[in-house]
T-cell receptor
């Protein structure tokens, strides 16, 4: 299994509160991604990172921010959570060169975080 | 724009039946194509991939062939097992390299295999 962990795995919060989700990798991959999974939509990209302190927006970035101060950690923050952000959030990693069991340019996913905003 | 369309589920089969899950795509350029599988309560796992036309990806008895002429990447398995019950996602990336390989997913197809 890819060395990707996400924390917390489950969280219930109230509308208007800030929430931070953490993705941690032990594979030293350069690229990291945050997706959300919703019924009828598959997975949609929120933000991604192509290096420490280098990030960019994805398809559904409104209401989210990210930070990457170390190669191994990629944080997703909801500044003021809303009910529409209730979802399952997945982190993924990739690297342009294959190494070991990892194919180049293929994304490998963490176990997910289920977030409920009441 | 770039998009992936896959058949809606759920697909319900008996054990040892033949499986096909259809996937078609629209893309500018030359995409790489993927099938990911999500077992209940878990994250997505790469099942197979193909990076150019006529390539066949295969893994765990599943196969898919990259068909440029029909813009398709249908998933097949000759004999499904109960343990194959999961959600299957078709996806593509455009080959710009690195982080710009943003995955574009289909909506997923739930497969339920009955004993």
């Amino acid at each position: 299994d890819a060395g990707i962990t996400q924390s917390p795995r489950h969280k219930v919060t109230e509308t208007g509160t800030p929430v931070t989700l953490r993705c941690h990798q032990t594979e030293n991959h350069r690229y990291m991604y945050w997706y959300r999974q919703d019924p009828g939509h598959g997975l949609r990209l929120i933000h991604y990172s192509y290096g420490v302190k280098d990030t960019d927006k994805g398809e559904v970035s409104d209401g989210y921010s990210v930070s990457r101060s170390k190669t191994e950690d990629f944080l997703l923050t909801l500044e003021s959570a809303t009910s529409s952000q209730t979802s399952v959030y997945f982190c993924a990693i990739s690297e342009s060169k294959g190494q070991g069991a990892f194919s180049p340019d293929t994304q490998y996913f963490g176990p997910g975080t289920r977030l409920t905003v009441l | 724009g770039n998009s992936v369309t896959q058949m809606e589920g759920p697909v319900t089969l008996s054990e040892e039946a033949f499986l096909t899950i259809n996937c078609t795509y629209t893309a500018t350029g030359y995409p790489s194509l993927f099938w990911y599988v999500q077992y209940p309560g878990e994250g997505l796992q790469l099942l197979l991939k193909a990076t150019k036309a006529d390539d066949k990806g295969s893994n765990k008895g599943f196969e898919a062939t990259y068909r440029k002429e029909t813009t398709s990447f249908h998933l097949e398995k000759g004999s499904v097992q109960v343990s194959d019950s999961a959600v299957y996602f078709c996806a593509l990336t455009l080959n710009y390299g690195g982080a710009t390989n943003k995955l574009i997913f289909g909506t997923g197809t739930l497969l339920a295999v009955q004993p």
